[in-house]
Every structure is written in C-alpha cells, then in structure tokens.
C-alpha cells in the first residue's frame, strides 16, 4: 500500500515537476539548432514562477467557466499522468481506464478551454476555440485506430496490459504495423498538442495561432496554470509514444530501485524524442490551417494500413 | 385540461410505467390477454426484459416532461399528450400485431397533433404534414412485414414469431427484415429516412419534443431490435453490416449537420440522429457477433448500445427542456440572436452544461460509459476471422471516433454561443430565468446523467442481463465489481467513481496551493480588443463563424449553397446601402432523394390521370376486367 502510494506520488511529481523542463529543454535545443543561444531549459519555471506571483485580469464580461478551467484543465491533466504508464506499467489509477479514458479526459479540458476562449467575446477567443476543437476533431479517428493496431497484436486495450505484452516479446517492436502506427499517433501528437506544423506555440501574430487565440484572454495564475498543464500534456503524449511503443525498461511494480531505473529510462526515451520533435519543428514550415485536415487524414491512412497489415500479416 | 392536471397525470403514468419496467427488467414476467376486445386476435400485452426496459425509459423520460408542461401555462393539447404517453408505453408491451400497430398508430397520431399544436406559422404545418407522410410510409412497410409474417406463421402473436425464425425460407425471412427496418428506421430518424425528424422537433413544444427525442425515436430501436434479434432470429451477418453502416452514416451525417445549424432546437434534433446511429453502430456489431458465433461478445455490444439509448433519453430530453427554457427567455430560436444567458439564467445553463458534456460523451458522465462500452465491443473484433467483417468495424470505429470528436466541437458552439460572452439581443438582455417546475424537471435530468455515469458498476449488469434474455444465452459473469466495470476478463476496465474522486482531488489540489500561496487576488478589467474603444455583442464570434472550419473541410459534403448581394449607392459604388449575405449547406437528401421521388410520383399520377376519363362505361370495363384477372389467378 504505502509503495502504492509512493508509487503514484513518484509518478506525479516526475509528470508535474518535469513537465516545464521538457518544455525549457525544447525550446533551448530549437533555438540552438536555429543558431540562437535561447533561454535556459530551466527558464519555464521562473515564468510560472513569475505568473504566479502577478494579479489576474479578468475580463467583466466573462462568467464563472472562465476562472473554473484552469483549474479543471490542471485536473484532468493531473488524472492523466495517473492513468499513462510514465514509470510503472500498472499506474495509481491505471485500472480506472484505458486509453480511450486518456483521449476524453483531454477532450473534457479542450472542451471547457474552447468555451473559456468564447466567454471573453472577443473574436480572437472565438477564433483560436473553433479552429482548437476542429482540430482536436479530426485527430481522434487517428488516435483511436492506432490504438485498435495496438490493442489487436497484444490482445488488450489496457495500457498496462499493452506495455507488459510488448515488453515481454520486443520483437513484436520490430514490425510495420508498429512502426505505421507509431508514425501515425507521431503525427496526432503534434496536432493534439499545438506543434509545427499544425499550430505555432511560439507564435502571436493573431491570425495564425490556434491554441495561444483561445487563451489570450488569460492572465496571472490562470496563465500559469494554462501553460503548466499544456506542457504536461506535451510531456504526457510523448511519454505515451515513449513507452507504448518502446516499452522497455517498464518495470511492473513499484520500489525504490525500479523507479529509478524506470525514471532514467523514460529520461533517456523523452530525450530522444524532445531532440526529434525540435528537429523536426525548426525544419518546416506552419501549414495553412485549411492543409491541416490533409495532414491528419495522412495520418489516419497510415493508422488504418497499420490496422489493415494486422490482418494481412496474422 | 389545466396545465398541473395534465402534469400529473403525465408524471403518475410516467412513474407507473417506469415501476413497471424495472421490474420487468429485472425478469418479472407479466401478461393480459383480451380476446374479445379488437377482432383478429384481440388485446394482448406482455412484459418481457426488452419491453421492460424501452417501458422503463419511457416513463423515465415521461416524468421530468410532465413535470416541465406543468410549468408552461396556456400550452394546449393536454389530452393528446397523456395519449402520447400512453401510447408510448403500451408499445414496448405489445404482445401481438393488432395491439402493436394500434398503440403504434396512435403514437404517432397523438404526437402528430401536438406538432401541430403550436401551428403559428406555415412552417410548423409543413413539418407536421411531412412528419404525417413518412410515419404513415413507415406505418405501410410494418403493416406490409406483418401481414406477411402473420401470412408465413398462421398467427399475429409475437411469442409464435419468435419461435418460428428457422421455419422461413432464407428469402423471406430477408423481406421481412427489409420492409420492417424501413418502417422501424424511419421512425429511429436513421438516414436517409431521417428528413421529418429535424422539422417536426423543433416545431412541437419543448416538453413534446424532448418526448419524441427522448423517447418515441428509441421505440424505431426497440422495433429494430424485436425484428432483427427475436421475431426474424439469427440473421446473416449482412444484416449486421447493414445495420452498422446505416448507423455510422446517420452518426456522422446527423452531427455535420447538427455542427451548422443555427436553430438550438434543429441542432438538438440532428444531434438525435446522430444518437441513434451510434446505438445502431452498437447493436449492428451485435448482429455480426452472434453471427459469428461470439454470443458474449454479443451482448456486450447490445448492452452498450442499449445503455446509450438510455443515456440519450437522459441527456436529450434534458438539453431539449434547457433549450425550451432558453427560447421561452429569448423569444427566438436563432442561435446568432443569444448570447450571455449564464448570467441571466444560471441554473438553465448549468443544466444545459451537464446535458453538453454529457452528450459529447466525456468523462466521468454518462455518455461517455456507453461509448466507451461501445469502443470496447468494437475493439474486439480481430475475434472474427474475416477480413472484410474487420474492414467494416474498422470503419465503425473511426466513424465513431471522429463523430465524438465533432459532437464536442458541436455542443461547446451550442453551449458557448447561447450562454457566453454579451448577448446578441435585447430580448436575450432581458431574458429571465425559468420557473420552478422546468428548473426541477432540469435538475432531475441532470442527476441522471451524473448517475448513469459513476453507476455503471450498477446499470451495466442489469443491461446485460436483458441484453442475455433478448439473445437467448447466458448472462456474462460478473461484468463489475463495486468499483470497476471489466469487460471480456482483462480487455478493458472503468471506473468512473475513481476518475471521478481523482478529478475532484485534483481539483482541490491547486486551489489548496494557491492559498497557500497566497497568489495575489483578480482585477476586473475589459477584454483586449487590439486597442478599440468600445466592445458590443457585434464584434463576437458568432455560431456561423464557430462552424466555419468545419464547413470548409467537409465542403464536399455540405455543398454550400452562397449568395452574396451588394446594394449599392446611385452615385457611388463604394457606398453600400444593404448587403445580404447567405451561406447554408444543400438539402442533399431532400433535393437528390426526395425531390426527384416525388416529381416521378407526380408523373406517374399524370399519367395514371388518362385511366380517368369520367365515363361510367370504362369503368364498368375496368370491373370486368379485374374480376376475370382474378379470376384467371384463382
């Protein structure tokens, strides 16, 4: 019971403590690839810090949603580092839901953040809301098709269940529908958490962004919390691709010795996937929002050949 | 009648009903038999689980709308509305045919006159005569399956049907599935049988039209599900197939539509469309399962599918009261002339904010336990060993994906464009909150949809238990414990109480560390405009403008029909007088379906006009002649 609950508090403290420095770290390694120096990868923690500390603006036309999300967008966030195995294969809550949860757990902090963005009235908020849940839409089909080319090679959709099995056998790794299907939740990865090339998260130019639109409005401590629980969803989505698909180095149980290998692990993992998504961000360019749909209907083909090659392949 | 009289009587049958149901549910087996009473075959109703269940959601849904027309004053047609009840219930008990197509008929008749009941307008008398055409078509295709039915057994009882599927010929058992799922479905708003639906609910009073959503439409399911699964037995998987493509189709073509619509009502009415056919994905999967032998797998697809029936009753009826109370407040349906009513109505909006979420099927309500049942029976298809069976499913479950997907970018437009932001006109200025009776027909609704949602452990057992009645196999062990919903041993689990309890510590959670914190306190301040003066309702984002993504990348299916006129000034063309915009997608059912079967019907009628030619010789020729065909056949 108490390495249970040691287990979970671990789970939560790498998730919320190392959220901002996967995004310090991004951010540092983009600039250096484009040359600059960039900030210290500690540098999100000094602005949260910072917002933390500032008054809050709050528009007189908005309504009680607009100060409640945050904190709901930081809850569902906060259940879903418990539901996705980060350092243990059978989380806290891992036996509360299985990935479909996790997608509409997401969906439940989209939903209020795109009514946040309409309460303010002003047509940014509008704006950056309809494009957000547009492509939040069109992503899903995706997620959930990979996740079909994953359930039906390791005969369950529970997480746990689909670390533990490609855990055990890694040459179920080395295949195509694994491979297409991790290309695939790549691709949704980027859109569902506002990347090049969907969305611009470095960007204010007002008639190109998507998610910094619809929480323009924000301010003070509901900013922090906005961007502390999008860095943890950045982070929760990587460790996803990480450990779903390279489930290596996932012990089952939790103990002082596993969950620091495990920790070490997934370190190395989202390292290796931070300098990819750097790399691939700083080389194209921001899609119009009108080629998005195209890119995520890639995407989807790619998860659906995955699926159809579970069939030819069995 | 007076309003409270109608009320109660609504809301005693209503729990009369739902009483009854529960206990047939739970496997209480009840029958009457008049046979005196109508000539071939006489009355008879029987309570089985599947009718106990579609009673129960009946009387469920009755109550709260009962409750909510005992608040409206001066809305007529009380009677018509107890024989709607009524005749809502005594369906699912119907035990044979002639009982059946009367409690039918006069469903459909009762709920015809209360569309037309509010008739201010020439719209609401078209809907209404629209409605009246396709329910009587849908009435002549059950007529026609039972008749031949009735033909094939030698009877009109239900129970000799169910007894008699392997005595038909593969041929005939296919025609009867056919002409009864034409007259079920259209009834279940299925595409493309679906164009009276989204004319005749906005067009009723609220509390009707929550009914009809709520509850008449799930009755074209529970006929599909009498036909398809006890009447015509084990049918071939095609049927199946059949039924799980109508089904994404309707899923994905009702929340397209229900995404760009600008009447509340008219969104609510496509979003049942859209309900229905993820029940029909579910039960469709159920078809294909048994017949590939997989019975377990078969009654969790129709336990979830018949959960999602109950979860819409639930959500529907409370979002089309909310919306009932909104257009009483506001004085129009248009979505672009509301705006800022969580101010002025909070517990409307707080009702209507549970019927969202619910219905865009996210955690921990209820919409979201049956979707995700139905993702997980989905899911489980590699069990089938034939590719393009697996193709189909696929299918299914990317259809259902991306419908969910849409469903939420629908009702955070229907929501955030009614109650957020400044309102858009004066009278929704003004607007002011609902009485006590819709606010507590809301709250009851709203309760059920959290109850649903953290009961699964409770519900889901139930549900698998009539699923197991309905296909004649044996119940599932053990579907959930106290905490944890488990289907197929360790496929999957769910336990909405834990997502829950974890949700609201989590809540606490960064709430507890501000205080501690002692984060500095909020100023009131405007909305940042880029430096304008003055913000009003026009500089909003309006519905129009929230769907427009969505209009540009389903163009292909919404063929939008644009015009554009500029009224300009004599003297200068850079001087607008008026400018008219319009942008609305095509009716394509209506104008490549219907249109072009009615105008070939007009002319069929043309020319069937030369047979009369006013002349009483012909006729007697017309007579003779038909009396020797017959002869001849004799």
Not at chain 1, 221 to 226: E, I
Not at chain 1, 239 to 251: E, I, K
Not at chain 2, 69 to 93: H, I, K, N, S, T
Request: aromatic fraction near 8%.
């Amino acid at each position: 019971m108490i390495a249970e609950v040691a287990g979970a508090l671990a789970q939560l403290v790498v998730v919320a403590g190392g959220a901002p420095l996967l995004v310090g770290v991004l951010r540092w390694l983009k600039a250096r690839l484009v040359g600059r120096r960039g900030p210290r990868p500690w540098q999100p923690y000094a602005d949260l810090a910072k917002l933390l500390r500032k008054e809050a603006v709050v528009s007189t036309t908005t309504s009680w949603i607009f100060r409640f999300t945050p904190y709901l967008l930081v809850a569902t966030t906060l259940v879903a580092a418990l539901v996705v195995p980060v350092l243990v294969s059978r989380p806290a809550l891992g036996f509360a839901g299985n990935i479909i949860l996790l997608m509409y757990l997401f969906m439940l902090g989209t939903f209020f953040l795109a009514l946040a963005g309409l309460d303010a009235g002003s047509a940014f908020g509008g704006m950056g809301s309809s494009r957000e849940v547009a492509v939040a839409a069109l992503a899903e089909p995706t997620v959930v098709v990979a996740v079909l080319a994953l359930a039906l090679r390791a005969g369950t959709i529970d997480l746990g269940g689909v670390v533990e099995r490609f855990a055990g056998d890694p040459l179920l790794v080395a295949n195509p529908a694994h491979l297409l299907a991790f290309a695939a939740f790549f691709i949704v990865m980027m859109a569902e958490t506002g990347r090049l090339p969907v969305d611009n998260p470095a960007t204010h130019l007002e008639l190109t962004m998507i998610h910094e639109a619809m929480v323009l409005e924000y301010s003070g401590r509901y900013l922090a919390l906005v961007e502390w629980a999008s860095a943890m969803k950045l982070f929760l989505f990587l460790t996803l691709l990480a450990n779903l698909f390279f489930p290596w180095g996932v012990p089952a149980g939790p103990g002082p010795l596993a969950l620091a290998t495990a920790a070490l692990a997934i370190a190395a993992k989202l390292a290796v996937l931070t300098a990819a998504l750097a790399l691939i961000e700083t080389s194209v360019a921001k899609l119009r929002l009108f080629r998005v749909p195209e890119l995520l209907a890639g995407s989807f083909a790619l998860a659906l050949l995955s699926v159809m090659s579970v069939f030819l392949l069995r | 009648m007076s309003a409270t009289v109608t009320a109660a009587a609504g809301a005693a049958l209503g729990l009369v009903a739902a009483a009854a149901g529960v206990a047939g549910v739970l496997g209480v087996e009840w029958s009457l038999r008049v046979p005196w009473l109508v000539p071939p075959g006489g009355l008879e109703l029987t309570l089985d689980p599947l009718g106990g269940f579609f009673l129960a959601l009946v009387g469920t849904t009755a109550v709260p709308a009962s409750i909510h027309a005992g608040g409206q004053r001066g809305e007529r047609g009380g009677a018509a509305f107890l024989a709607f009840v009524a005749a809502m219930a005594a369906v699912p008990l119907a035990g044979n045919a002639i009982t059946f197509l009367l409690a039918w008929e006069l469903m459909s008749v009762a709920s015809y006159v209360l569309v037309l009941g509010a008739r201010d307008s020439r719209e609401s008398l078209s809907a209404a005569w629209v409605y009246f055409v396709m329910t009587h078509a849908g009435l002549a295709c059950l007529l026609a399956a039972m008749l031949l039915l009735g033909s094939w057994t030698d009877s009109l009882r239900f129970a000799d049907w169910s007894a008699a599927p392997s005595a038909l010929s593969p041929g005939a058992g296919t025609l009867a599935f056919v002409l009864l799922a034409l007259g079920f479905g259209a009834k279940a708003g299925v595409i493309p049988l679906h164009v009276w639906l989204p004319m005749a609910h906005p067009a009723a009073p609220s509390h009707v039209s929550a009914l009809m959503s709520g509850a008449m439409v799930k009755l074209g399911i529970y006929g599909l599900l009498r036909a398809g699964l006890d009447w015509l037995g084990p049918g071939p998987a095609w049927w199946g197939v059949a039924v799980m493509l109508a089904g994404t189709a309707s899923a994905l073509v009702g929340v397209l539509y229900a995404l760009v619509d600008r009447d509340l009502k008219r969104v609510l009415a496509f979003s049942t469309i859209e309900n229905v056919g993820i029940v029909l994905v579910a039960v469709g999967a159920c078809m294909v399962f048994r017949a590939s032998g997989l019975e377990a797998l078969a009654v969790l697809s129709l336990a979830a599918g018949l959960y999602h029936a109950l979860n819409h009753a639930a959500f529907k009826a409370l979002l089309f009261l909310g919306a009932g109370a909104v257009v009483r407040a506001a004085g129009t349906r248009n979505l672009e002339s509301m705006g800022g009513l969580v101010r002025r109505m909070p517990w409307t909006a707080a009702a209507f904010l549970t019927g969202s979420v619910a219905i865009a099927a996210l955690p921990p309500l209820n919409g979201f336990v049956s979707e995700w049942l139905t993702f997980q029976a989905l899911l489980q298809m590699l069990e089938i060993p034939r590719p393009e069976l697996n193709l189909v499913f696929a299918l299914g479950i990317a259809g259902l994906a991306l419908t969910g997907g849409l469903a939420v970018a629908c009702f955070v437009r229907a929501f955030g464009i009614v109650f957020l932001a400044l309102p858009r006109s004066d009278q929704a200025a003004a607007a002011r909150e609902a009485g006590i009776a819709p606010r507590a027909a809301m709250g009851l609704l709203a309760a059920a949809c959290v109850a649903l949602g953290l009961a699964p452990t409770l519900v889901l057992p139930a549900l698998a238990g009539v699923a197991s009645a309905v296909l004649g196999t044996p119940a599932l062990d053990a579907p959930a414990d106290w905490l944890t919903v488990t289907v197929s041993g360790r496929f999957g689990g769910l336990s909405t109480v834990a997502v829950a309890a974890a949700l609201g510590g989590a809540l606490l959670l960064p709430l507890a560390a501000l205080a501690l914190a002692r984060a500095p306190g909020r100023r009131p301040g405007e909305t940042w405009g880029c430096g304008r003066i003055l913000q009003t309702a026009r500089m909003e984002y309006t519905g129009t403008a929230f769907a427009h993504p969505f209009q540009r990348i389903f163009d292909f299916f919404y063929r939008p029909v644009k015009r554009l006129d500029i009224d300009v000034h004599a003297e200068s063309r850079f001087f607008v007088r008026r400018l008219a915009y319009e942008n609305r997608p095509r009716p394509i059912f209506e104008e490549w379906l219907y249109r072009p079967a009615l105008e070939a019907l007009h002319r069929a009628a043309h020319r069937a006009r030369a047979l009369q030619s006013g002349s009483a010789n012909v006729y007697l020729l017309y007579i003779v002649a038909a009396l020797l065909v017959m002869l001849v056949l004799a």
